[in-house]
């Protein structure tokens, strides 16, 4: 059993709500979904990691199958084509 202030059977819960949530509700936060799944082709992106972390750069291609965007370095001299999974960049500016 927990102990303290508020007993609660989940460990950072304040509160459980009474009653049951139906199953249709909760389904669609289990499924999993793609790492690519909000890039478009046209999105200005952010670099989380590797060796151009924090640079921007603009979509060109998005591959849904193998989970891979390619872009193009944004505020460079040189335009240099870089070809990184979808989960090592972030969403700046969406396609309008």
């Known amino acids: 059993a927990r102990r303290g202030i508020s007993q609660t059977p989940l460990k950072n819960a304040k509160q459980v709500l ?9 389904l669609p936060y289990l499924e999993p979904k793609a790492v690519t799944s909000g890039i478009e082709v046209g999105c200005i992106v952010e670099i989380v990691s ?5 640079e921007k750069a603009r979509v060109t291609s998005v591959s849904e199958t193998k989970e891979e965007v390619s872009m193009e370095l ?8 870089l070809n990184m999974r979808g989960d090592h960049v972030r ?6």
């Open 18 to 26: 009474p009653g049951e949530a139906p199953l249709m509700d909760i």
């Open 50 to 54: 590797g060796a151009f972390k924090g």
């Open 74 to 81: 944004y505020e460079q001299p040189i335009p240099m084509t």
């Open 91 to 96: 969403v700046i500016e969406r396609v309008g």
